[in-house]
């Protein structure tokens, strides 16, 4: 997938939450590939939601360190 892609389908996942739709859109280009990687990188559904809960989190809290 193209980074354009990787960030779609996380905007994607997060469309349920506008709010942090909203938060993960005001965020930087590079921070949104960063975000973007993290999901779309994870190969299974359960580490993908895992993922998706962190970067949730993170956006919630204004975190912008790295995502492990």
């Known amino acids: ?19 942090i739709v909203k938060l993960f859109k005001d965020k930087s280009v590079s921070k949104q590939k960063q975000f973007a990687g993290f999901y779309c990188d994870a190969k299974t559904e359960e580490t993908k939601n895992k993922r998706k809960n962190k970067i949730i989190d993170a956006l919630q809290n204004n975190f912008n360190g790295m995502l492990y």
């Open 1 to 19: 997938l193209s980074i354009e892609d990787r960030i779609e389908c996380l905007s994607n996942v997060l469309q349920p939450m506008p709010e």
